[in-house]
């Protein structure tokens, strides 16, 4: 698909497709029957295109609406997928508590700037299908201060066991969220649904008398074109209004301790202060 057109709201995008589908049905094919005189009177040939119409029309409707449901199904597995990633977050927080050491503490502030730079860095880079070098070289960060660990009692021994578990799904469930920012429908789809698109508009043409050409056609064009501004709309999983975001991790922010703080020089006590 256009990437632009991922830039524009539901709304806009509906109006842009329905413009263009009433156009192309409706106003333009009345335009040429005027200026040209091709009304014609022949019932037999507009019986066969209405009978055509119709079953044009039901295999599109069909086809759009097996393809918003395999949409809606990518957009269900990765908001489970974020909300199953920040529930590892936080539990890979709490674990790190109940080590008890300071060690385990700064790992704790390591793993909110981690949170923090999923959201900030990595979340923007989703719709382009990128991942944020900072966010990995966080995570590869709390791996390794995980590992230096060293239990001085059998609690923190299993504690730590425990969180390297964690470490090791988050970094999975993470590669499966980048891999997912890759989802969307297959090229054949879309395909499929352009030439079913147009067959309907060209069978619409011979649609007899006008009237039904711009009732008739006209209503079903707009339903067809509403249906297709959805399937677009909701087609990119990290891209458009209505992509995947990342409330998931915002929401647990609160809960697992303060940001890692920026260590700064001490003044000297005796020089004079600013």
């Known amino acids: 698909m256009i990437t632009w057109i991922h830039t524009l709201t539901n709304i806009e ?19 040429i029957r005027y200026h040209f005189k091709l009304d014609y009177k022949s019932d037999a040939l507009a019986k066969s295109a209405e009978e055509s119409f119709k079953l044009v029309t039901t295999m599109t409707l069909l086809l759009l609406a097996f393809c918003l449901v395999r ?26 508590g109940s080590y008890g050491s300071e060690e385990a503490t700064v790992l704790q502030a390591k793993t909110r700037s981690y949170a923090q730079s999923m959201i900030d860095d990595e979340w923007p880079l989703l719709s382009k299908g990128e991942r944020s070098v900072k966010t990995s070289a966080l995570l590869d960060g709390l791996d390794d201060g995980s590992r230096q660990l060293i239990p001085a009692t059998q609690r923190q021994q299993i504690a730590q066991s425990e969180i390297l578990n964690i470490l090791a799904q988050m970094s999975d469930v993470r590669e499966a969220r980048l891999s997912a920012s890759h989802l969307s429908l297959p090229l054949y789809y879309w395909q499929a649904i ?31 074109c509403l249906m297709l ?19 998931a991790i915002e929401r647990i922010l609160p809960l697992i301790g303060p940001a890692e703080k920026h260590s700064f020089p001490v003044q000297d006590p005796m020089s004079p202060t600013l």
């Open 194 to 224: 352009c030439c079913s698109i147009m067959v309907l508009i060209v069978v619409g043409w011979f649609q007899h008398p006008m009237f039904k050409l711009v009732i008739y056609v006209g209503g079903v064009v707009l339903g067809v």
């Open 71 to 96: 949409a809606q199904e990518n957009h269900r597995n990765v908001e489970d997928l974020v909300a199953r990633e920040a529930t590892i977050i936080y539990k890979l927080n709490r674990d790190l």
């Open 229 to 247: 501004a959805l399937l677009i709309a909701t087609d990119g999983v990290f891209i458009g209004q209505n992509r995947v975001a990342s409330l």
């Open 13 to 31: 995008l509906g109006i842009l497709l329905m413009s263009i589908g009433i156009s192309v049905s409706t106003v333009i094919p009345i335009f």
